[in-house]
Each structure stands twice: as C-alpha cells, then as structure tokens.
C-alpha cells in the first residue's frame, strides 16, 4: 500500500539558517504530496501541494518539490524565522486517483537555537 | 469564517468510561475524518466519512466507532475506554473526491486514567 517516510524527528537551527525536510514515498499511482504545518495548539493546515504535473510548489516563502527518481520530495526555506517554528508534515494523497484519503508521515519538529 | 469545531478541548475518563467527541463543520464538505496524533507517531486514520451514514474503516478503527446522521456533524465514540486511548484526536472535512484540501479542527486531548 501507499506509504510515506520522514525520519527527521526534529531540525533546529538558527535564525536565517537553511531548512530542509525530506520524505520519502511509495505508491503504484502518480503521486500528489503535500506537506502541512502545525503550529501549537492548533490542527495541521495545508502548506504547500506539489503534483506531477508541477514539480514544485511555493507558497509563504517555502518551496516543495519533487523528485521521481528518487521517490522523494522536500520542503524547503532560504531563511527560517522564529514565526516558522512548528511541526511540519508530508502526506501522500491516496491510494489511488480521486482519494479523499491522505497518508501522513510522522512529521519534523522545527525550532530556532535559543 | 469557515471551520472545524471539536468539542470539548480536553477530556479525562476513567477506564472502561464510555467517551463522545463531537465534530462539526460549516463548509458542507462531504467527506469527513477522524485522526489520532501521538507522539513520534504522526497522524493515524481511524475513520473516514464520505456522507451521511456513508464511514469506513481508516487505518486503526479498533476499539472505535463513529456516527454521522447529518452532513455537518461527525461523531467519535469510545465504548469502554482503555488508557493507551489516550491521545489527542482531530476531527477534519474536505469538500469532497479527490480534494486534497483538508481542514482540520484544533484537537481533543484526551486522557483515560
């Protein structure tokens, strides 16, 4: 079946530092992924969505993109703030075409060097 | 202001208590959900609601049962809770087939002692 993977349990870096979060993914059908963000206190919300047709998502000064070769996909940002510190998520739509259904990986801790 | 409402924010049960979580959204989504957050273990399905008296099974149904006799309102129901039910629980809708936009409620934390 569909899965995803996301081994970074935690990233801290300092501010204006690189993120980078990876995952991983196996499915049979042409993937959409998605990542999502969870700041405390609150359920995830949708950051940013990247499909084959795409390759790259950008919103909110995050960039998501894709690579099939690999089956991999990342999230990225040029320069974190305190503001983007949160849990973040990727998901795989699926199984199948049409699916409501959205597999999660175990998500990434992201916080800022006190 | 389109949202999803869970109710209440924070439970404590007794073991072998029978517990109600109530979800409800403005949106006239279709499909609605019904998650598991643990630490280290992500976001786990435990059922899905395509309409009305329309639910599956997700990932980890076991030891759960849902209800939904009204397309806005989305019930969770433990009989008979057990301790490693403790958790928090997110309720979610999304408009419908294939729609990857999913909305998420702020959680249930819920403890059985």
């Known amino acids: 079946g569909d899965s995803v993977t996301q081994k970074q349990g935690q990233v801290t870096l300092s501010e204006d530092d690189f993120l980078f979060i990876n995952c991983t993914y196996s499915t049979t059908t042409y993937p959409t992924l998605l990542w999502y963000v969870q700041y405390p206190g609150q359920g995830p919300q949708l950051l940013l969505k990247?499909?084959?047709?795409?390759n790259k998502g950008i919103s909110r000064g995050f960039e998501a993109t894709y690579d099939k070769g690999t089956t991999s996909f990342h999230l990225q940002k040029a320069s974190v703030q305190e503001s983007d510190s949160a849990v973040y998520f990727c998901a795989l739509v699926g199984p199948g075409t049409g699916s409501n259904r959205l597999t999660f990986g175990k998500g990434t801790k992201f916080s800022l060097i006190p | 202001d389109m949202k999803v409402t869970q109710m209440p924010r924070y439970l404590i049960k007794r073991m072998g208590e029978n517990v109600l979580l109530e979800c409800g959204q403005d949106?006239?989504?279709?499909?609605m959900y019904w998650y598991r957050q643990d630490p280290g273990l992500g976001l786990q399905l435990i059922y899905i609601s395509y309409d009305v008296d329309s639910n599956s099974e997700g990932d980890i149904p076991k030891g759960y049962r849902v209800s939904r006799k009204k397309r806005e309102h989305f019930s969770l129901i433990l009989d008979s809770a057990k301790t490693n039910q403790t958790s928090v629980y997110f309720c979610?809708?999304?408009?419908?087939?294939?729609?990857?936009?999913?909305?998420f409620g702020k959680g249930t934390r819920l403890t059985v002692v």
């Open positions: 979610a809708s999304s408009p419908g087939q294939g729609d990857t936009e999913v909305f």
């Open positions: 949106m006239s989504h279709e499909t």
């Open positions: 990247v499909t084959t047709a795409n």
